[in-house]
C-alpha cells in the first residue's frame, strides 16, 4: 500500500515512496502556410523568454522542417504556455498551432 490515512483526511506518504521528479514536456511550434514570419518570432520572445536572434532561429527551424521546440516546462506550466500560444494566435486570427509532448 503506497499510502495511510490518518483520522478521516489526512494522507501521507511512507518513507519507502520514492519521491518522482515531475515529468517534463516539451512545448512545440508547428509550421503552416499563412502565420507571418514576424509575428512567430514576437510569440517565441513573448512567451518562451527568448532573445529575438533565438525565437528567430527557431521559427526557421520550425519554418524548415515542420516543428520546433520553443521550452521543456513541468505539466501545468507548458499547459499554460500552449494555451497562452493558441489564444494570442486566435486574436489574431492567425492558424499557428501548439502542442506539448512528454520529453
Ligand atoms: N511558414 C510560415 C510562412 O512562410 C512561417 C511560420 C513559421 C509559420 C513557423 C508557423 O510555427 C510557424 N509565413
Same mark, same amino acid.
Given at each position: 500500500?503506497?499510502? *495511510? ?9 511512507? &518513507? *519507502? +515512496? ?13 509550421? +503552416? +502556410? ?10 517565441? &520572445?513573448?512567451?518562451?523568454?527568448? *532573445?529575438?536572434? =533565438?525565437?528567430? &532561429? ?16 513541468? #505539466?501545468?506550466?507548458?499547459? *499554460?504556455?500552449?494555451? =497562452?500560444?493558441?489564444? #494570442?494566435?486566435?486574436? #489574431?486570427?492567425?492558424?499557428? =498551432? ?6
Amino acid at each position: 500500500m503506497a499510502n *495511510t490515512k490518518h483520522r478521516e483526511n489526512t494522507v501521507l506518504e511512507n &518513507q *519507502t +515512496d520514492k519521491p518522482k521528479p515531475p515529468s517534463l514536456y516539451k512545448v512545440m511550434l508547428l509550421n +503552416d +502556410d499563412y502565420t507571418p514570419m514576424e509575428f512567430v518570432v514576437e510569440v517565441i &520572445q513573448r512567451f518562451f523568454n527568448k *532573445t529575438r536572434e =533565438q525565437a528567430t &532561429q527557431i521559427m526557421l527551424k520550425v519554418h524548415t522542417e515542420g516543428a520546433g521546440i520553443c521550452g521543456v516546462y513541468p #505539466h501545468g506550466i507548458a499547459e *499554460t504556455k500552449v494555451n =497562452q500560444v493558441l489564444g #494570442h494566435a486566435r486574436e #489574431h486570427h492567425h492558424p499557428l =498551432q501548439c502542442a506539448m509532448e512528454e520529453v
